[in-house]
């Protein structure tokens, strides 16, 4: 099993940095976890440090095995690189629109919704696709990587915070 965390930004940091005068830099100050943000968004080994856990949210896991099959036998997600794919919709069949691999792999995750102004209402994942910044746990290894500019690299969290994260 592997755990997805990101950095959650709420509305109201949202409607700070879109208010009139107001930006990223005061609203790094303002909001530590929207400066932690903006620390990682662009990877690299100094951008990242262990108290940065604190702002992270877990926000889906990822099963190993999810009961596909193929030629070899089970399909398995044993390894950064195909997690990376199965967040980032690289099995979706273009024609269906459907992903069999996210769908039977991809649990724990919450639901957000909301009406369009047309009246529409809408629902999806509440998670983004793996992106620079977020965080993967090796829940079997007790290993955390984070997705950097070009591949992943290696990180020590505060445990303190991740027991209660």
Known sequence: MYNIYQIKISDEITDFVNSDGEGHSSASVKFPIYGARLD???GG???YAPYMFRY????CSIKREGGLGNENG??????LEEIF????GYYCDE???RDFVRDCHIVDFGMR????KDGTEWSCRDYHSLSVGDIVEDVEKGTFHMVDKMGFKDIE?????ALTN
């Open 45 to 47: 080994e100094e951008s």
């Open 85 to 88: 794919k199965v967040m980032n």
């Open 95 to 97: 024609d269906t629109g």
């Open 157 to 161: 969290i505060e445990s303190k915070v």
């Open 113 to 116: 919704s909301g009406t369009r």
């Open 74 to 79: 089970a399909y398995l997600i044993d390894n």
């Open 40 to 42: 990682l968004m662009h």
């Open 56 to 59: 992270f949210t877990k926000v």
